[in-house]
């Protein structure tokens, strides 16, 4: 009975970290996190 329950409690908490990463009211937040390697390194090349 209490594997049953932990089992969908990680299921629950599993797919509520699925939803949020692939909301579309994420997707500005995550774009900018992929360009900050890239930002930086044009930062560090430019005198």
């Known amino acids: ?3 049953g329950i932990v ?4 299921l629950l ?3 509520l ?3 949020w990463a692939w909301s579309p ?3 500005a937040d995550f774009d900018a ?3 900050l390697a ?3 390194d044009v930062r560090e090349d430019r005198p």
């Open 25 to 27: 009211r994420r997707k």
């Open 33 to 35: 996190a992929a360009r």
């Open 7 to 10: 089992t969908s409690l990680l």
């Open 13 to 15: 908490l599993f797919l």
């Open 1 to 3: 009975m209490l594997s």
């Open 17 to 19: 970290g699925w939803g």
């Open 38 to 40: 890239i930002d930086e």
